[in-house]
């Protein structure tokens, strides 16, 4: 898809940019964390982590994080971050989270989902019509809510950016913050975070590494894909969204 | 420096493995969330957060993490993790902490520092004699420590690992868990979080990024690093750590 798609409205210097991450919990904490290491070092903006109440929650790995911030007391995001993770499940059953996502992006200059925060973004009715990516193991369940499945690491889509699973997270952050604040901005953040990888090994993704180990992570996380796709179906119908079961992601 | 140098034990699958990270105030926290999105994927293995005490605290950027136990309450840890960011100056000059992650380091298979997380270890003694790097801007700082920098983005030498600035520890734990669980478990974990980086720009080192862009970095960081400088010629006073000042880094 061609990049020139985006709409991203970039932000004058001057302008604070309210930065807000949706946070719950047993999400991937490197879907926040890896763009917050990124967004956190925009000039001008600050960051809000935003639950339903400010109770320290895990992510499901396990590590401990603090909310900022409640639904009710959260500032009017510029830029809103939906992270992923296996408690998206519960978030897309959630409608106060939903419609305060829904709300938020309305107003946001950008949403940005990363890993299988996109299904909820999805859920709320954010991605219909729209190019997006997510976790290559949930690439199929985006035509259920309305969306076209690019496979690129990072998708933007109008005001919508979408990272593929986990670790794009960094990717997509810095695409963003070139667009919110000149690519200038996203090159000394860059540096800072010493961002110039080196992978000891090739197999970050489903096309580089070995067939039975791409069919082994499957295998072990049917159960949570099976969940996956009923939700999807579920919020498909709720959304009146309509799904040829044959067409391809 | 020949990676033929690593003596890092392999852990027996059916051992578990006790991870423990150091965490403290104003840390950098994807020093800490980049290897934990890694490591706490290890088959067999569990992670705890450490510091004084188990309130919340805030890394630099402001994220609230929450600490799973007390230096007092901590487990022996096989693989201890020292992330690094500004609150690494309070932790070089604070001998309790130090002597925790000494006593820990000896017991320890592996000692995995990020970022500045590796003056830290310098401060505890672990890098004497040692290769080692750090983030591009404290390179120069490793001396002082009795170290050898060596331009590598991981660098392991015997049972330390040092993974240069913030986003290296990424790299860096992928190394330590090949090392520790072997090839295929580090490379199930790599496509697990999709880590097939595609840097938007290459802005990630100062032999990458434009002159001007490195000066305006270190121009903007000086008055840290040379309290970075002043505390580690204090540290090699008191380790009597005899040192050049004419050698390189």
Request: net charge neutral; glycine share 8%.
């Given at each position: 898809?061609?990049?020139?798609?985006a709409s991203i409205t970039p932000i004058p210097a001057d302008q604070h940019i309210q930065i807000s991450a949706i946070i719950f919990?047993?999400?991937?904490?490197?879907?926040?964390?890896?763009?917050?290491?990124v967004l956190s070092r925009l000039p001008n903006s600050s960051v809000q982590l935003v639950w339903k109440d400010t109770a320290p929650l895990r992510d499901f790995r396990g590590l401990g994080f603090v909310?900022?911030?409640t639904f009710a007391d959260a500032k009017p995001a510029d830029l809103l971050l939906v992270p992923g993770g296996p408690g998206q499940e519960d978030?897309?059953?959630?409608?106060?989270?939903?419609?305060?996502?829904?709300?938020?992006?309305?107003?946001?200059?950008?949403?940005?989902?990363?890993?299988?925060?996109?299904?909820?973004c999805g859920a709320a009715g954010l991605l219909n019509g729209r190019f997006a990516t997510?976790?290559?193991?949930?690439?199929?369940?985006?035509k259920y809510f309305g969306a076209?499945?690019?496979?690129?690491?990072?998708v933007v889509d109008g005001k919508v950016?979408?990272?593929?699973?986990?670790?794009?997270?960094?990717?997509?952050a810095l695409t963003v913050a070139a667009h919110l604040r000149g690519e200038a901005a996203a090159k000394a953040i860059q540096l800072e975070i010493q961002y110039a990888p080196e992978p000891p090994f090739d197999c970050g993704s489903p096309a580089s590494a070995p067939a039975e180990m791409v069919a082994r992570s499957r295998n072990a996380t049917a159960a949570l894909t099976a969940q996956r796709l009923a939700t999807a179906k579920r919020i498909a119908a709720k959304l009146q969204i309509a799904?040829?079961?044959?067409?391809?992601t």
């Amino acid at each position: 898809m061609p990049e020139s798609t985006a709409s991203i409205t970039p932000i004058p210097a001057d302008q604070h940019i309210q930065i807000s991450a949706i946070i719950f919990p047993r999400m991937d904490q490197i879907d926040l964390t890896g763009p917050f290491a990124v967004l956190s070092r925009l000039p001008n903006s600050s960051v809000q982590l935003v639950w339903k109440d400010t109770a320290p929650l895990r992510d499901f790995r396990g590590l401990g994080f603090v909310p900022d911030a409640t639904f009710a007391d959260a500032k009017p995001a510029d830029l809103l971050l939906v992270p992923g993770g296996p408690g998206q499940e519960d978030l897309m059953a959630d409608q106060v989270a939903l419609s305060f996502i829904a709300a938020q992006a309305k107003r946001a200059k950008c949403i940005f989902s990363i890993c299988t925060g996109a299904l909820v973004c999805g859920a709320a009715g954010l991605l219909n019509g729209r190019f997006a990516t997510t976790h290559w193991r949930s690439v199929h369940l985006l035509k259920y809510f309305g969306a076209t499945t690019v496979d690129q690491r990072v998708v933007v889509d109008g005001k919508v950016v979408c990272a593929a699973g986990l670790t794009a997270g960094i990717d997509g952050a810095l695409t963003v913050a070139a667009h919110l604040r000149g690519e200038a901005a996203a090159k000394a953040i860059q540096l800072e975070i010493q961002y110039a990888p080196e992978p000891p090994f090739d197999c970050g993704s489903p096309a580089s590494a070995p067939a039975e180990m791409v069919a082994r992570s499957r295998n072990a996380t049917a159960a949570l894909t099976a969940q996956r796709l009923a939700t999807a179906k579920r919020i498909a119908a709720k959304l009146q969204i309509a799904v040829s079961e044959n067409s391809g992601t």
